[in-house]
């Protein structure tokens, strides 16, 4: 039988004074730390996982939807969809508004059998 000897030189060590002195991380099996395993997301793995998620995203949402992501895309490169379309209607409707409002005093003017006179700086009649 075989005598093993134990030291009797022991170390007593406080937890700041342990952390100090004994490396407790794990070198030697390997394992890196967090902030070197996360993965760079790349822009083609980003389509590749957006065309997969495509119809898990919401509709709309104030955040992580497909409007969330086309307003903030939209607003990045100054787009404004429908902009010549919209400046179009709007100059109809004011030209329809003068219209509606030239028949109208046209419509005054024969049942009253006088005209109407317009201030034109105050819109008052």
Known sequence: MKKIIL???????????????????FKELGVKPISEEKETLT??????????LFYDIPESSPINSHLYLIEKSANYIGFEQNQEEID????????LRTELLNTQKELITVQTNSPIIVNTNTGSI
């Open 7 to 25: 030291s009797k030189n022991k170390s007593d060590y406080t937890r700041t004074s342990f952390e100090s002195v004994i490396d407790t991380s």
């Open 43 to 52: 822009v083609p793995d980003f389509f590749r996982m957006y065309n997969e």
């Open 88 to 95: 179009a209607l709007r100059e109809e409707i004011t030209q």
